[in-house]
């Protein structure tokens, strides 16, 4: 196998940072303490604990007693749609809204639903990627028990207007959660300020580590776990914490939240060369709306040439970029989230993403470019 040298695949996962790294190493070594036991190595667990949610609440905007700490932005999207769905049973609500261009972990769930008797409206997110308010507007009901729409996509980087259709659903009364999954650290995110009432983070998309998350809640709304058995945080989420892995997600969230405006003016920059450089060749398109758009994502699609195979040809150069989601590669279903956009399955099975982070170097860009340029001529 040849090494990779250049990693552009930060929306599939990103590498430990440093910061978080160190951490983390007290919680793994001898800070080994069960949160609830009594003695004092567990009751150092539990102020670490309570430390790092205190930490992840002021970044968020939020209180310490709104956030669960869950395995990730998987558990946290399945909780806040079953969740809500629940209360919306008891309420006799049977509606939920979502967008054509979810991610799996929120469509997947919906899809269950429907099969229970739900009504699922997916609103359009036509050619750019982005939802229009005015089609949620229209599609609101007495009925509808949630509105989960994401923060940010991870295959084009398209950031929907998410305060708008937030503000939107408050003022019909309406929960709103949203998958900030790939927005958080590239966005401001204040959930408070926003009118958010749930909302999903992941460590691994943020330089924390893979299999721990986070679910806020708003505080007064109706909640149901997914996972029952422990009394842990406040038996809405059972199950040992895991310390040194929420510790290092309060770390990254702290340092993403301080950096997101440098990391974005350095970014920025390098996904305009991207397009220009890569966009004027032939039979390129870029996907997704070429301004409101995360300044670390680029989506290509390449005519006339396969995205996986374009994919293993860069990894023989070192480069790591990926061909759809990372969730969806393996099968040959061509991404959901272009053809919403209205791409022919041709188009998008020959796309490729590119996603940057604080890591990517203009060098590693000027690299992509070059090895690009060679494959598709
Ligand atoms: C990666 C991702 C998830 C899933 O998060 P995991 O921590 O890998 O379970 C959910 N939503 C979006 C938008 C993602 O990018």
Not at 124 to 140: F, M, Q, S, T
Not at 148 to 158: D, I
Request: net charge negative.
């Amino acid at each position: 196998m040849s090494e990779t040298r250049i990693y552009l695949d930060n929306a599939a996962t990103t590498r430990i940072s440093d910061n978080v790294f160190e951490a983390m190493l007290p919680w793994l070594k001898e800070g080994y303490g069960n949160a609830s036991s009594l003695y004092s190595l567990g009751r150092k667990s539990a102020i670490a604990l309570n430390k790092a949610r205190s930490l992840c609440a002021d970044v968020l905007g939020c209180e310490s007693r709104e956030i669960f700490f869950t395995s990730g932005g998987t558990e946290s999207d399945n909780t806040a749609v079953f969740s809500a769905a629940k209360a919306g049973l008891s309420a006799g609500k049977r509606h939920i809204i979502t967008s054509a261009a979810e991610h799996h972990a929120i469509l997947k769930p919906l899809e269950q639903l429907e099969k229970e008797g739900f009504r699922i409206t997916r609103l359009p997110v036509h050619e750019n990627g982005i939802v229009r308010p005015d089609d949620l507007e229209a599609a609101l009901t007495d009925e509808t028990a949630l509105v989960t729409v994401m923060t940010a996509n991870n295959e084009v980087g398209t950031v929907q207007p998410f305060e708008e259709l937030a503000g939107i659903c408050r003022s019909r009364n309406v929960v709103f959660h949203t998958d900030a999954v790939q927005a958080f650290g590239n966005l401001r995110i204040n959930v408070r300020e926003q009118n958010v009432d749930m909302l999903s983070l992941s460590g691994h998309k943020i330089h924390a580590q893979k299999g721990v998350g986070l679910l806020y809640v708003r505080d007064g709304l109706p909640f149901y776990p997914l996972l029952s058995g422990g009394a842990q945080q406040g038996g809405k989420r059972a199950g040992t914490e895991n310390i040194a892995g929420i510790v290092g997600l309060a770390e990254a969230m702290r340092y993403a939240a301080e950096n997101v405006d440098t990391k974005n003016a350095r970014l920025l920059p390098l996904r305009e060369r991207l397009f220009n450089e890569i966009g004027r060749l032939a039979g390129v398109r870029i996907n997704g709306d070429r301004e409101r758009r995360l300044a670390c994502n680029a989506n290509f699609s390449f005519a006339g040439h396969e995205g996986e195979n374009l994919v293993l040809q860069l990894d023989l150069r070192g480069i790591a970029v990926s061909s759809g989601s990372a969730c969806a590669s393996g099968s040959l279903d061509p991404s959901h989230v272009l053809t919403a956009m209205g791409l022919t399955h041709d188009e998008a099975r020959s796309s490729i993403r590119v996603s940057m982070s604080e890591y990517t170097t203009s060098e590693d860009i000027d690299e992509f470019i070059k090895a690009i340029r060679t494959l598709i001529n």
